[in-house]
Structures are given as C-alpha cells and as structure tokens.
C-alpha cells in the first residue's frame, strides 16, 4: 500500500499551499509524470451517481470510452437520457444504461438497490459521486436534512444494499468522492442533521464529506479479506454547475483557477479502473496520490463516534422506512 508522501503531507497540512494543489495548477504540475490509463474494463459494470453534470458527468465519458458497462444514476428522466445517449454517441459504447432515484430519499435509495441487484448480476465499481451543497437548511419529504441525506445517508445506504453483490463480483471496487472540505470538518454525531446552531452549508457538506471518509475507513478494513477496496477521493476545486451554483462567490473569484471537469475527475476513473489500485484500500486521494485524512486535531472522529456514527446513521434507516 501507498503511504502519503512526505512533500503531500506538508502541503496538506500547511493548507494555504495545500489548497494550492488543488487548483488547475497543481493538476497540471502532477499529471506529468502519469502513464496513460492504458486499461480496458470491457466486461466489467460501473455505476455511477450523479452522472448528468461536472464530474460524473465527465467521469462517465471516460469509464465508457474504456468499454465499462456503465450504469448512469439520475434523478432527471431527460437529462439522464440524454447523458446516456452523448456518451454512447461519442464513445461508441452502447452498454449504457439509465436508472432513475432521487438519492436525497431514502426509499428511491431502497428501490435503486432493488433493482440493480435484480438487473446486474455483476457490480465491479460502484462510484458515490452525487451530492449537494445548499446554501438553506431544507427538510427532504422524509424529513431529513438535505446535505445529510444526499451525501452521507444516501452513500451509505447504496453501498451498504450493493456490497452483497460487489463481494460476489470482486474483485471489486468503491469509489467515494468526498472534498477537502472534509479537513476542516469533524463529526458531530448528535448534530448529523445540521439542526443545531445557524446552519451553514459549507459545513454542513464538509461534515457529510467527513461522515464518508469514516465509512470509507471502515468499509476498508470490513472488506479486506473479500478483495472489494474502498477509497475516497478529492477532486481539487473544479469547473462543474454545482460549484458556480452553490459556491458563486467562490466561482466568480476562483474561476481561472479551476481545473476541468476532466482534470477533476481524473481521479475517480483512476481508482475505478487502475491495476496499480487494485489492492490498495481506505485511502484518500488527490490527482493519483494518497494523502493524510486529516490536517486539523480532533477531526478524524474519536473511537467512540466512529462508531456511534455507524448506528446513527442505520438509525436513521430504519427510522425512514418505517
Ligand atoms: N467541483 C468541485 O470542485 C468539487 C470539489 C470537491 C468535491 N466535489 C465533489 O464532486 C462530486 C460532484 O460534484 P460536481 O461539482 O460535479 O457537482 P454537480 O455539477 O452539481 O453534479 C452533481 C451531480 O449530483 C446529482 N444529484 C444531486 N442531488 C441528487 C439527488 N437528490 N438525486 C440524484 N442525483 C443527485 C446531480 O444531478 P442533476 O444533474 O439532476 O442536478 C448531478 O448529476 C460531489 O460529490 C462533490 O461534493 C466537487
């Protein structure tokens, strides 16, 4: 396994020059040196959340153009349809295929799971990439915090319902696309739903981002005998609808900074399609690189919320379904 490199290490926790890496401009620094994903997943089923805009989206297109079967989940009939029909055309690759859920709700979370067990008998890579930042506290028709749901509650739902059929289909992989937003979040396991206090956006994500490193963690060494690897990843700061949408201050400012939607997403087909990764599990990523989880103390969740969060969330399930 890669342990994070002295230099990254630094820089991670020196955040400012940290940050830096994360722009256009430490991608283009790194991807010298990398050989090209020169790897054929003909035969092998991705699915991928969040596939109908910025990096799923461009994510798709590559995992496609490597021949996966590739299973595009979208809330959207329209725009997932479309998606599906610009990738085929582009690529070529007509194994593309649309489920809809609205993954901010558990019971659509419940009934994708259902039907991906029913339809795909093999899951090789299973990519949590959708998620939201809003800049409201707003309540889901089940009466979950949105932030929450979509992208902490959701994630581990799907993951939990599919590992089943990832064991079955290892060796396999879990890809969580997390931010560094994460560095500057703990967990708050009594406070999962942002209630407390005056809600901020920010760090509501950056705890639902921070809630899914955990899981990662954990899924990691869960899985370990069973050749299933889970990582997360970041992407760096890129140039997709849902940061001009939810971050337009930061945006407007940032803008000839960010990297493409390609270069952010390099990452997430990397660790779904490369054989170097193939064993390699529980770490986070940034361009091809594992870096240290956590740069801030007392943010990478003490022994007692790891847990507790775990049961929380199952809690919270079960709570929904009724
Ligand atoms: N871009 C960055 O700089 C950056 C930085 C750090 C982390 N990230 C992470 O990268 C991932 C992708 O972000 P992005 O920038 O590409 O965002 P984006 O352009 O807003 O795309 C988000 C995707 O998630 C889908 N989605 C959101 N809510 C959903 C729901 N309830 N049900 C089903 N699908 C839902 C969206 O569907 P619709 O198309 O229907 O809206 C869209 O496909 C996220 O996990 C984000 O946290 C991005």
Excluded at 91 to 120: C, F, K, P, W, Y
Excluded at 174 to 195: A, K, R, T
Excluded at 315 to 322: A, D, I, K
């Amino acid at each position: 396994m890669k342990t994070p490199g002295l230099i990254n290490t630094v820089m991670d926790r020196l955040i400012l020059p940290g940050a830096f890496g994360f722009t256009r401009l430490g991608y283009e620094l790194r991807q010298w040196a990398w050989p090209s994903l020169d790897v054929s997943l003909q035969g092998k089923t991705v699915v991928i959340t969040g596939a109908t805009s910025g990096l799923g989206r461009s994510a798709a297109f590559s995992l496609a153009g490597l021949g996966a079967r590739l299973v595009l989940v979208g809330r959207d009939r329209e725009k997932t349809e479309n998606t599906r029909d610009e990738i085929s055309k582009t690529t070529g690759n007509d194994q593309v295929i649309v489920q809809l859920a609205d993954l901010s709700l558990m019971a659509e979370v419940h009934e994708l799971a259902e039907r991906l067990l029913r339809d795909e008998p093999q899951i090789d890579v299973l990519i949590n990439n959708a998620a939201v930042l809003p800049a409201r506290r707003t309540l889901t028709t089940e009466g979950l915090e949105l932030t929450f749901a979509t992208d902490l509650l959701s994630p581990y739902l799907l993951t939990v319902l599919l590992i089943p059929r990832l064991r079955k289909s290892a060796p396999a992989r879990i890809v969580n696309v997390l931010s560094g937003g994460m560095y500057f979040s703990g967990i708050d396991v009594g406070n999962l739903q942002n209630e407390k206090g005056r809600f901020d956006g920010s760090r509501a994500y950056a705890r639902a981002k921070r809630g899914l490193m955990i899981l990662t963690e954990q899924w990691a060494d869960e899985l370990r005998e069973s050749r299933v690897t889970v990582n997360a990843m970041h992407p760096g700061w890129a140039d997709t609808p849902g940061v001009e949408g939810s971050l337009p201050g930061f945006y407007k400012v940032t803008r000839s900074f960010l990297r493409t939607a390609e270069q952010g997403s390099d990452t997430i087909v990397w660790l779904a399609a490369a054989p170097e990764v193939s064993d390699t599990s529980g770490q986070f990523w940034l361009d091809r690189e594992p870096h240290v989880t956590t740069v801030l103390p007392c943010t990478g969740g003490t022994p007692a919320e790891r847990r507790d969060l775990r049961k929380t969330l199952e809690g919270y399930v079960e709570e929904t379904m009724g």
